[in-house]
């Protein structure tokens, strides 16, 4: 068994991977016939501050594969998300501590047609982010651990390279506040932590620093966490194009069960940002 800190990559090809989110160190272990990723940070503390208890932890679902239709997620078997479409970020589902089977099927065609699965055993007061990457022949399931503990009237920022063809990348904010150097695909690193306020962010191809995307006008506010999701293609003759994703970390607001459908919606704010 691998154990990796932040990401774990899980692939489904034909049986599912298995991955354990362990408590504790926050370390997420993962064991899958196909590779695993490699360590990229460490994961900090025990997540209570941003409304987890001792009895739950938080998943969300992000939908960041370019070229697969929407689908739908199912968890032990149960539709939990349904015509999830690409670049959305669901809100955070609500587990009890344990083992759970995750299952991604193109929306309306049922669980029998699932296109990758994985068994993930989630830990105690914890919040997870499980991303559908690639594309779709080679859809995995990538699951990042989101550090919930806040700095009093800072911001904290991380970024995750999601783009199938971009390679490394750089995200950093145009007025030089932080910045991301050479993520490879699905890599992030530990969250950057600097002043709230408002920040146009860029993100560059790390070997020739061509423009990729630029994203204008991303608020981030005080006492808050937040993911920058870098998605879709970097070749201009494909599309989506590159773009930027903003979401708030660990809001549980409408946080739904199993056993409970809803429609797949972005949590808190989230901004767009395309072009070159």
């Known amino acids: 068994m691998t154990r990796l800190s932040r990401r774990t990559v899980l692939r489904s090809a034909g049986a599912a991977g298995t991955a354990a989110v362990v408590g504790g ?3 997420v272990a993962a064991q899958s016939g196909a590779g695993n990723g490699t360590t990229t940070g460490n994961a900090t503390g025990n997540a209570t501050s941003g409304g987890a208890t001792t009895e739950r932890s938080f998943v969300r679902v992000v939908h960041a594969s370019p070229n697969t239709p929407a689908v739908d997620v199912y968890v032990d078997g149960e539709p939990v998300l349904q015509a999830v479409e690409f670049g959305t970020v669901s809100q955070y589902l609500a587990l009890t501590p344990g083992d759970y089977s995750i299952t991604v099927s193109l929306a309306g065609e049922g669980i029998e047609t699932a296109v990758v699965a994985a068994r ?3 830990g105690r007061a914890r919040y997870y ?3 559908a990457a690639n594309l779709l022949r080679t859809l995995d399931l990538v699951v990042y651990e989101d ?3 806040l700095v009093p009237g800072q911001a904290k920022l991380r970024a995750i390279n999601l783009s199938p063809d971009a390679g ?3 995200v950093r904010a145009m007025d030089g506040a932080f910045i991301f150097g050479r993520l490879q695909f699905t890599q992030t690193r530990q969250y950057v932590t600097f002043e709230p306020g408002t920040y146009d962010v860029e993100v560059t191809n790390a070997n020739s ?3 990729l995307a630029v994203a204008r006008g991303i608020e981030l506010g005080a006492d808050t966490a937040t993911t920058a999701f870098v998605l879709g293609y970097a070749d201009e003759d494909r599309q989506p194009d590159v773009r930027v994703e903003t979401t708030q970390d660990f809001p549980v607001t409408g946080a ?3 056993g409970s459908t809803a429609n797949a919606t972005t ?4 901004t767009n940002a395309t072009g070159g």
């Open 129 to 131: 982010t499980i991303v």
């Open 209 to 211: 620093t061509d423009r």
């Open 25 to 27: 160190a926050g370390l």
């Open 168 to 170: 490394n990348i750089t």
């Open 147 to 149: 550090d919930d503990e």
């Open 120 to 122: 993930v055993t989630v």
């Open 267 to 270: 949590a808190n704010a989230t």
């Open 256 to 258: 739904t069960t199993p």
